[in-house]
């Protein structure tokens, strides 16, 4: 055990031009590191006086060495109150408030707390939401005196308010006698986060004094609960605007899908933050408006920002929406060489994208790379096999993760009963769904029964859907009535589709999809006079069918083609490259599937000509012209694609030994020597 050595005593272990004050004077975290390791080599380390320097030397706001910190404090001998207030203080302000509160029930075994150790705990509850907690430490105050104290106070009213106890937040508030700005603000923000905005303007008024905190909640409150109008008309009044209020009423307009008023604020900022750029690309990408939240991050690394966590998963996110593995990659080196580590929604978003961007190899392979997986990765690598078809991968890999110990959740049986859909494994379906309620306890949400429903309806058994719907303990929604219509128009049973188009229209008469299916249905049956009343419908209630799309990402820019378009530059190469397409589709037999042709056209010519111009195959052309050989042509199409353009795909990627990777509405099909991934089941 080390010898404590009496305080005048230390000078003679330092070296002649090394004074003893060096302890009470230094604070670059280097010379506090050497101090504390020749502390160590002589022996003078249990000292009191210094042990406690070290310590609090660590702990001050501009080392902020939180493992040394607690480190030394594990080490003093004798440890006082203002040790265990200044350690626990440390552990809440650097986000481990629960380490904190865990110090804190040790603390009250040794000592009483005081005014200090209070406040401080009460704001850790805060921070986590744990009320309960908050609850028994406002016990606590009250009981050893401190319940009037104006900081402990303060606390408990920022504690109710953020947990959002406002009634209790309001009692507390009602008792003091002394309030300040930052109590009115806490309280305010209370009843803005509950959705109380009238009470919290009232309080604004009757505020003797607002300070730009004050003015920023209410504008902020007003935006998230849709009176974007009144938020701007209060921001506009507002004497002095900080960045919070700037972002706030930008995160307004975001949500409220006012993109122009949004930018318009952006540009008139007098600075920008991290805060606001991750807005404006959030919200962007939240908005499906994915062109535009890319062009913000690159913006944004022109002006040098650095982005952080939350902004790559959005970039990531706007990517995916795209489908532009190029600039994915990009943002994935920039990411490695910025230092950025694969862990958490980062992790988890750079495997979707690769995945949704048609790169399944690339998403198998960043997943490999995470050291500590968590249930996210794993969701989301099985999500991806699954939309490839690459079901047995997908389940085996599920199977591998419950034998790790983690606990899968619903997103992933959402991701496990997909894998199964797009294989048409029709029991393992029916056994992972009652898995998920007997053995994880997991009480199945809409989507789960709607996975369920999919794939009885794709495989056929659309009595057995019917039933599953009329018997789900909730109300199902337009998606579950969607698919049960979508495998009536696919089985072809009128009866079953007809009465499921009823309860789309009944549930959300907007669905586009429904008025296609049933008119396709109809079509398809050759029942004319029924397609004719439909689109009736339609066009009385301003419904309009969405054209066939697909896009293809080349040399950074990406491409749209719609049904016999015309307008590219390459229009002219594009049609004889499909002509072309079209003879060599003959040599090897081919005989167009004009059944597929959901128009009142007489001739089959006429239908032929109809389905050579699918948007997928301009795309395909444009690809076989620009796209290098041994490069994969990455295709996205907004609606499903059509069985006669599967078949076509599939001879064509033999044909020209390419592979051709489409993404369309439901799925991918990844097209390899005259073959498909989904095996033709989709």
């Given amino acids: 055990m080390l010898k404590l050595m009496p305080l005048h005593s230390l000078q003679q272990h330092l070296p002649q031009n090394v004074h003893f004050s060096l302890f009470q004077t230094c604070s670059a975290p280097q010379e506090v590191e050497q101090l504390h390791a020749f502390s160590l080599k002589t022996a003078t380390f249990n000292h009191p006086f210094v042990c406690s320097r070290l310590f609090a030397l660590y702990s001050e706001p501009k080392i902020n060495d939180l493992g ?37 029930h040790e603390l009250v075994h040794e000592f009483l707390p005081d005014n200090f150790t209070l406040p401080c705990v009460i704001k850790g509850c805060a921070r986590l939401g744990v009320v309960q907690e908050g609850k028994q430490i406002h016990g606590l105050a009250l ?30 508030f009602d008792g003091m006698i002394e309030k300040d700005v930052v109590l009115w603000n806490a ?91 991750n807005l404006m690309i959030a919200g962007y990408e939240l908005n499906g408006q994915f062109v535009d939240a890319l062009k913000m991050f690159f913006t944004m690394l022109e002006f040098g920002s650095r982005p952080n966590h939350a902004t790559l998963v959005s970039a990531f996110s706007a990517v995916s929406g795209l489908a532009v593995l190029s600039k994915g990659r990009w943002i994935h080196s920039y990411m490695e060489k910025n ?77 496990v009963l997909n894998a199964c859909n797009h294989a048409g494994l029709v029991d393992d379906g029916r056994r992972y769904f009652d898995m998920m309620m007997n053995e994880y306890e997991i009480e199945p949400t809409v989507e789960h029964y709607g996975c369920l429903v999919d794939i009885l309806c794709r495989a056929g058994h659309l009595e057995e859907a019917k039933n599953t719907i009329e018997n789900m303990p909730i109300s199902p929604n337009k998606v579950i009535w969607m698919s ?22 009944e549930v959300a008469p907007e669905t586009i999809g429904c008025y296609i299916l049933l008119s396709n249905m109809y079509a398809a049956s050759g029942m004319w006079e029924k ?65 597929q042709v959901l128009l009142c056209i007489e001739g089959e010519e006429e239908k032929e000509a109809e389905l050579e111009n699918h948007s997928e195959r301009l795309a395909i052309a444009f690809g076989l ?51 498909c991934s989904c095996m033709d089941y989709w």
């Fill in 484 to 505: 049960l219509l979508g495998g009536s128009r696919n089985h072809g049973n009128i009866d079953i589709g007809e009465y499921a188009a009823r309860r789309v229209i």
């Fill in 143 to 172: 009981k050893i005196g401190f319940g009037s104290d104006v900081f402990v106070q303060g606390s408990l009213v920022n504690m109710y308010s953020k947990c959002g106890k406002i009634d209790c937040a309001r009692k507390v």
């Fill in 187 to 277: 309280l305010i923000d209370g009843y803005a986060r509950c959705g109380e905005i009238e009470i919290a303007l009232r309080l604004f008024e009757d505020m003797p004094e607002r300070d730009a905190f004050s003015w920023t909640v209410l504008v902020d409150g007003l935006s998230k609960c849709g009176k974007v109008e009144s938020a701007r008309k209060l921001f506009d009044q507002m004497p002095c605007r900080n960045l919070v209020s700037w972002n706030a009423m930008i995160n307004g307009y975001m949500k409220s899908g006012d993109f122009g008023l949004a930018l318009e604020l952006f540009y008139q900022m007098p600075k920008w933050d991290l805060v606001t750029w």
């Fill in 531 to 595: 397609v004719s009343h439909v689109r009736e419908m339609m066009y009385k209630r301003g419904v309009r069918k969405d054209p066939g799309c697909s896009s293809l990402e080349h040399k950074d820019v990406l491409l749209e083609f719609i049904v016999g378009d015309k307008s590219h530059p390459q229009t002219k190469e594009i049609y004889a490259k499909m002509s072309e397409m079209k003879e060599k589709l003959k040599c090897v037999g081919h005989v167009p599937d004009t059944t």
């Fill in 339 to 415: 230092g950025f580590e694969l862990d958490g929604i980062l992790g988890t978003s750079l495997i979707e994208m690769y995945a949704k961007c048609g790169c399944i190899e690339s998403a198998l392979t960043v997943f490999q790379a995470i050291q500590k997986k968590k249930v996210g990765h794993w969701t989301a690598i099985i999500v991806g096999l699954g939309a490839y078809g690459m079901a047995n991968h997908a389940l085996a890999l599920f199977l591998e993760m419950c034998k790790t110990g983690l606990k899968p959740n619903a997103i992933t049986f959402i991701g």
């Fill in 68 to 104: 040394y910190a607690r480190s030394v404090f594990d080490r003093i001998q004798q440890r006082t109150l203002i040790h265990w207030n200044t350690i626990i203080k440390c552990y809440v302000e650097n986000q481990f408030s629960h380490d904190g509160i865990v110090l804190f």
């Fill in 625 to 675: 012209i620009n796209v290098k050989p041994g490069s994969p042509i990455r295709i996205m199409k907004n609606l499903r694609v059509c069985n006669d353009c599967h078949s076509v795909t599939k001879l064509l990627s033999k044909i020209y030994s390419r592979e051709i990777i489409v993404r369309d509405n439901t799925r991918f099909h990844h097209f390899r020597n005259g073959s």
